[in-house]
T-cell receptor
């Protein structure tokens, strides 16, 4: 089955530093990847849609200069949280849909738990 | 606007049956997904319905009524490991997923 690998699984960083999270589709190509954030006991919140070879589309209220997304290949998207603050502490989850399959289940990475101290 | 409604929390007994309901309003419709999410983990895909009716997959079944904007997930022979949040998501005409807030299912012995 389709596998999405997300790394790291967890990270602790100091306030003001930047953190990069990688999302890879291991056995399929993904033109589009999605980045979600989930706070405790809340549902998934879509942050941005990452498109290979073009700029990401950010949801309303998500700062594109703070959450940098790069989708340089059909199997890799990265999310960089710049100048992280404690309020950025959350569970970040990426997902991907196989290229050419608009109506298909999203395959999720295992998530990254970010703690900013 | 687009909206998904599902109960916040449900409790059921091991071995029993539970039905988790979901109502949706979207701009266009390209199907209804159910995902399971254990605490601290990413969601895993359970089912997809785009036509009216019941889709059965082992202990889990999912039902859709497009005219009513309604779906349910039916879990049979509940096991303790089924304790999780169940997320309902509808796909709109732009192939975007609209997520519900999730239903936390608590299984008691």
């Amino acid at each position: 089955g389709a596998v999405v690998s997300q790394h790291p699984s967890w990270v602790i960083c100091k306030s003001g530093t930047s953190v990069k999270i990688e999302c890879r589709s291991l056995d399929f190509q993904a033109t589009t990847m999605f980045w979600y954030r989930q706070f405790p006991k809340q549902s998934l919140m879509l942050m941005a849609t990452s498109n290979e070879g073009s700029k990401a589309t950010y949801e309303q209220g998500v700062e594109k200069d703070k959450f940098l997304i790069n989708h340089a290949s059909l199997t890799l998207s990265t999310l960089t949280v710049t100048s992280a603050h404690p309020e950025d502490s959350s569970f970040y989850i990426c997902s991907a849909r196989a290229t050419g399959e608009a109506i298909s289940p999203l395959h999720f990475g295992n998530g990254t738990r970010l703690t900013v101290t | 606007g687009q909206n998904i409604d599902q109960p916040t929390e449900m409790t059921a007994t091991e071995g029993a049956i539970v039905q988790i309901n979901c109502t949706y309003q979207t701009s266009g419709f390209n199907g209804l997904f159910w995902y399971q999410q254990h605490a601290g983990e990413a969601p895993t895909f359970l089912s997809y319905n785009v036509l009216d009716g019941l889709e059965e997959k082992g202990r889990f079944s999912s039902f859709l009524s497009r005219s009513k904007g309604y779906s349910y997930l039916l879990l049979k022979e509940l096991q303790m490991k089924d304790s999780a949040s169940y997320l309902c998501a509808a796909m709109d005409s732009n192939y975007q997923l609209i997520w519900g807030a999730g239903t936390k299912l608590i299984i008691k012995p």
